[in-house]
């Protein structure tokens, strides 16, 4: 998978974590679901936030189509 650019993230005093994709707003998450978020961010941290915020795709959806196995 291609390395994905651009994303942080801010952790606010309310305990939610936003991430942001180019400088904006991409997701907020909150409660439970924020602690995990920072447990897995420090792995990989660009892929992690990618995955988080639904933008891991980006880039390969028109050479997928064009393959043999998916051309029908």
């Not at 650019?5 to 005093?13: I, S």
């Not at 439970?32 to 891991?56: H, S």
């Amino acid at each position: 998978m291609p390395e994905a650019h651009g994303f942080a993230y801010e952790e606010r005093a309310d305990g939610s974590v936003v991430i942001f994709h180019h400088g904006r707003p991409a997701t907020t998450v909150r409660g439970a679901r924020a602690g995990e978020f920072l447990a897995e961010v420090d792995d990989d941290p660009q892929g992690v936030m990618a995955r988080w915020t639904g933008n891991y795709r980006r880039g390969n959806e028109r050479t997928g189509k064009n393959h043999p196995r998916n051309r029908g």
